[in-house]
Each structure stands twice: as C-alpha cells, then as structure tokens.
C-alpha cells in the first residue's frame, strides 16, 4: 500500500466491479467469440462476421442519434443490434425482437462467471464495518454472482427505470458518487470509493470529492491524471484501513 494524500477518516466504501473485484478481461473476450457465433447461427443467411467491428458502426450511429445512449452499456447494445439488423433488411418489428434476445443473451453470458473467493471474504469482511456500495460503468448482475448481499446500493450507470428513468451517468461523471452520498447521508469526503481506472474511478471520485484508493492489479484500467489518496497492490490490503 502506498499513500500519495493523507487518508482520513471514512464512513462508507463504494466498489467499481469490472477489473476491480474479479478480472474482466478474459470474460469479456470469450463473450465477443460467442456472440459472433450466436448472430452466426442467427443470421446464417447473411454471409457476413458479425463480429464488433460490425456492430461498431451502428453504435456510433446510434450515439450520435441519442448522445444519452453513451451512458448506458444495455441500450446502446440494443440499439446497436437494431440498427444493425435494419441494415441487413430486417422488418421493423423483427429487428426489435431479434436486438432484444441478443441482448438477453449477452447478459446472460455477461455474469456467468465465479467471482474470487478472496473477493467475497474482503466484502463480507467490510460489510461487518462500513455500508458498502457498488458504482459501476458495467451491467453486470451482482445478484447472479452472489456478491448482492454485501452492498447497501448497487448503481449501474445508464437510465434507472426505478427512478423515473433518471440518466445516471458513467463515471467520471459525478452522478452516482453524489448519489451515494445523498442516499448514505454523508459528505462526499466520507466516502472511499475503490477502482481500477485512473480515469473513471480515481479523477472522478476526487472530482466529486472523496477519497480514493486506486487498485491496478489486472492492468487494464486508464493511467492516473491525479494522485488517488493511496494505491493498493491487492484488495486484502483495504483490512488494514479498519
């Protein structure tokens, strides 16, 4: 553990979940050969690979269309799909339907996935402490991978169909770090939130006011443009913090 600003004290722990609490980039690389293979069997009249950079045009087309989609992984899926589908001459009405059940299909890959044990024992172990929080970019299903039961809160970014369809926006937006806070009845110094990516997790959480721990163990996240108030080697390290 290395200290960059001093640490003080905290009331609550918010987690980002992709990269931070379980590696995701070996997960999400089987899931694009699958999903090429599932619109393969799909589409097999099209002699196409439907593979992202295929998709890739659409997303951009639909992002440029709703720049809100940009904040929602599910949506703009979907409307990617969609757009996709109509350009192969696909009726209106079979495109929704199609875009719909690869999407279902996506996520139903997308938490097939055992969390590390380690993970669950440092969050049951804090949970004992602090309210946890989960604050994520991602669509991943915390309940499929049993890791629910330890936060207070789960926020994925992306319109919130349980809050009047309220846009949450990705970090390093402030949305749902001020949101946490509100919620826990904190200020935002009272919150450490713990993440992977120098940018969303590390410059927004500080942008928003609290304090950050910086976890670049899978080596995936955006470098730091700002010192985070320490850095961690692994996750067991956060005990120490009691």
Not at 87 to 93: E, K, M
Request: net charge neutral; glycine share 4%.
């Amino acid at each position: 553990m290395q200290f960059y600003r001093r640490l003080k004290a905290f009331k609550a722990i918010s987690f980002d979940l992709d990269d931070t609490l379980y590696n995701n980039r070996p997960i999400m690389l089987a899931i694009e050969k699958k999903m090429v293979s599932y619109f393969a069997e799909q589409l097999s009249a099209y002699k196409l690979t439907f593979s992202r950079r295929y998709w890739s045009k659409f997303r951009r087309e639909a992002i440029q269309h709703n720049a809100d989609l940009n904040h929602d992984v599910v949506q703009v899926r979907f409307e990617s799909y969609r757009l996709g589908l109509l350009a192969l001459g696909i009726t209106d009405d079979k495109a929704v339907i199609q875009a719909q059940a690869a999407v279902d299909y996506f996520i139903s890959l997308r938490s097939d996935f055992i969390v590390p044990k380690a993970s669950h024992d440092l969050l049951a172990m804090l949970s004992e402490h602090f309210p946890l929080v989960a604050i994520s970019n991602g669509n991943v299903d915390t309940k499929a991978l049993g890791i629910d039961k330890y936060f207070q809160y789960i926020y994925h970014a992306g319109f919130q169909t349980k809050m009047d369809n309220l846009l949450l926006k990705q970090k390093p937006e402030i949305d749902m770090f001020s949101l946490v806070c509100q919620q826990l009845a904190i200020e935002p110094q009272e919150l450490l939130h713990v993440g992977d990516c120098g940018f969303a997790d590390i410059h927004g959480a500080l942008n928003a006011g609290c304090q950050t721990a910086w976890l670049p163990h899978y080596g995936v996240g955006k470098p730091l443009n700002q010192l985070p108030h320490i850095e961690l080697s692994n996750l067991q390290e956060l005990c120490e913090l009691r």
